[in-house]
């Protein structure tokens, strides 16, 4: 079964840091460009970064550019997320998406694993 | 790079059909062939229903539909049931732009 699981998300005060992991299962991980699209509570999706299949391509949406860092281990099939210097603005579901067979579409989706960032 | 414009809400009876309006620009939607949509269920996450404009994966029963013209995206349900009741987003590559992809704000359809 294919299948991605978040997990590290949680509490964390304003300027703080998070790793979220993405647990991939089910399919050839380090064939697939990957990516993290965030939901913020009660608003819409919002695409993140994403990952070449070797790692040697990373893209970021400007308001997260110099804090946050995208990463993967094709050994472990695992994609990760260090989120540093976090605002406020960066509470959200954070969900990973696969873009597999169908080019240029999010094919597979994990469940989310929710950040909220608190005082 | 603004998100692609929905309509907030959208309503049909079962049996009937919806159809859901995407509105990007030229660097987005009107460049490129490469228009997904997303249905999404309350706490759940999303699920791809239409992929290059009109195609449907495996499994996506063939009431939806999508369809561009310009910079303007559709999706369209036919034959509503009760479990397409969810929120409907599109998404369209943008190439080199930042970001490479962008979403629309959403659209909450609903079977009356």
């Known amino acids: 079964e294919v299948q991605l699981v978040e997990s590290g998300g949680g509490l964390v005060q304003p300027g703080g840091s998070l790793r979220l992991s993405c647990a991939v299962s089910g399919f050839t991980f380090s064939s697939c460009w990957m990516s993290w699209v965030r939901q913020a509570p009660g608003e819409g999706l919002e695409w993140v970064a994403n990952?070449?299949?070797?790692?040697?391509?990373?893209y970021y949406v400007d308001s997260v550019k110099g804090r946050f860092t995208i990463s993967r281990d094709n050994a472990k099939n695992s994609l990760y997320l260090q989120m540093n210097s976090l605002r406020a603005e960066d509470t959200a579901v954070y969900y990973c998406?696969?873009?597999?067979?169908?080019?240029?579409?999010?094919?597979?989706w994990g469940q989310g694993t929710m950040v909220t960032v608190s005082s | 790079q603004s998100a692609l414009t929905q309509p907030p809400s959208a309503s049909g009876s079962p049996g009937q059909s919806v159809t859901i309006s995407c509105t990007g620009t030229?660097?987005?939607?009107?460049?490129?062939?490469?228009v997904s949509w997303y249905q999404q269920h309350p706490g759940k996450a999303p699920k791809l229903m239409i992929y290059?404009?009109?195609k449907r994966p495996s499994g996506v029963p063939d009431r939806f539909s999508g369809s561009k013209s310009g910079n303007t995206a559709s999706l369209t349900v036919s034959g509503l049931q009760a479990e397409d009741e969810a929120d409907y987003y599109c998404s369209s590559y943008a190439g080199s732009n930042n970001p490479p992809y962008v979403f629309g704000t959403g659209t909450k359809v609903t079977v009356l």
């Open positions: 290059e404009v009109s």
């Open positions: 998406a696969r873009v597999g067979v169908h080019p240029r579409a999010f094919d597979i």
């Open positions: 990952i070449k299949q070797d790692g040697s391509e990373k």
């Open positions: 030229s660097s987005d939607v009107g460049g490129y062939n490469y």
